[in-house]
């Protein structure tokens, strides 16, 4: 590598988080500065000078943004869905009461209507502790670290540089997969998601065992044909 580029890295904000490891991080060290100049050269289309955009935020201000981040993006849309579901899960309480009352209701349609019951205050238990669960990690090692940084501290040497982008990575995989876990969840507990499933995969299903049919002529065709030119 240039030897320019290199140095321009070393003193560049860029390497700010590889410039405080330790003795033990040489190797990663390394793999960031490498990392560093493939970005450099992709981007600037040349070997010899670096472009770089940093945020430059005071410490209280990073530390304040972190925390309104966690509030309006963890604890706004949380209070907002603990409410709501509260106030179903109350409808569905008082629902649930009123037919208890029916006495004109058989037992077999009143205990079908009890388990749809459980399964709806399921549903709502599940998508609020779910996104909860999910979105807290990311915004608390945002939070610890900005706040660790204020307080002239790094959570990068206090973990290590390896546990401290494997925990961010892990964390910021969870709040990912929150939009993966909650179609998952309706389709488990709701009846309506479940059946147009059903219908869905019993109209793709005869389309997929017609093109495997097809297939299978066709292969038995060429198979008769190859035997018909040995003989």
Same mark, same amino acid.
């Given at each position: 590598?240039?030897?320019?580029?290199?140095?321009?890295?070393?003193?560049?904000?860029?390497?700010?988080?590889?410039?405080?490891?330790?003795?033990?991080?040489?190797?990663?060290?390394?793999?960031?500065?490498?990392?560093?100049?493939?970005?450099?050269?992709?981007?600037?289309?040349?070997?010899?000078?670096?472009?770089?955009?940093?945020?430059?935020?005071?410490?209280?201000?990073?530390?304040?943004?972190?925390?309104?981040?966690?509030?309006?993006?963890?604890?706004?849309?949380?209070?907002?869905?603990?409410?709501?579901?509260?106030?179903?899960?109350?409808?569905?309480?008082?629902?649930?009461?009123?037919?208890?009352?029916?006495?004109?209701?058989?037992?077999?349609?009143?205990?079908?209507?009890?388990?749809?019951?459980?399964?709806?205050?399921?549903?709502?238990?599940?998508?609020?502790?779910?996104?909860?669960?999910?979105?807290?990690?990311?915004?608390?090692?945002?939070?610890?670290?900005?706040?660790?940084?204020?307080?002239?501290?790094?959570?990068?040497?206090?973990?290590?540089?390896?546990?401290?982008?494997?925990?961010?990575?892990?964390?910021?995989?969870?709040?990912?997969?929150?939009?993966?876990?909650?179609?998952?969840?309706?389709?488990?507990?709701?009846?309506?998601?479940?059946?147009?499933?059903? *219908?869905?995969?019993? #109209? $793709?299903?005869? /389309?997929? @065992?017609?093109? +495997?049919? =097809? *297939?299978?002529?066709? #292969? $038995?065709?060429? /198979?008769? @044909?190859?035997? +018909?030119? =040995?003989?």
């Amino acid at each position: 590598k240039n030897s320019t580029l290199t140095h321009l890295l070393k003193n560049s904000n860029l390497t700010a988080g590889c410039s405080k490891l330790t003795p033990a991080d040489l190797s990663m060290e390394r793999l960031c500065e490498e990392t560093k100049l493939q970005i450099a050269e992709t981007i600037n289309f040349s070997k010899e000078t670096i472009s770089s955009c940093n945020e430059e935020f005071p410490e209280l201000y990073r530390f304040l943004y972190s925390l309104f981040t966690m509030v309006f993006q963890w604890g706004v849309p949380g209070v907002a869905i603990a409410v709501a579901n509260g106030k179903i899960f109350r409808k569905l309480i008082k629902r649930e009461h009123e037919s208890f009352k029916r006495k004109r209701n058989a037992d077999s349609k009143r205990k079908e209507e009890n388990m749809r019951m459980a399964r709806a205050k399921n549903l709502l238990i599940c998508i609020g502790s779910v996104f909860l669960i999910c979105w807290i990690p990311i915004n608390s090692i945002n939070l610890i670290s900005d706040l660790l940084y204020m307080c002239d501290m790094s959570l990068l040497k206090y973990i290590g540089t390896y546990y401290f982008y494997l925990s961010f990575t892990a964390c910021h995989f969870s709040a990912m997969i929150c939009a993966v876990i909650n179609p998952a969840i309706y389709g488990y507990f709701n009846e309506n998601f479940r059946r147009e499933f059903i *219908i869905l995969y019993k #109209t $793709v299903k005869p /389309e997929k @065992e017609k093109q +495997g049919a =097809e *297939i299978t002529m066709i #292969t $038995v065709g060429d /198979e008769e @044909e190859d035997a +018909g030119d =040995e003989k």
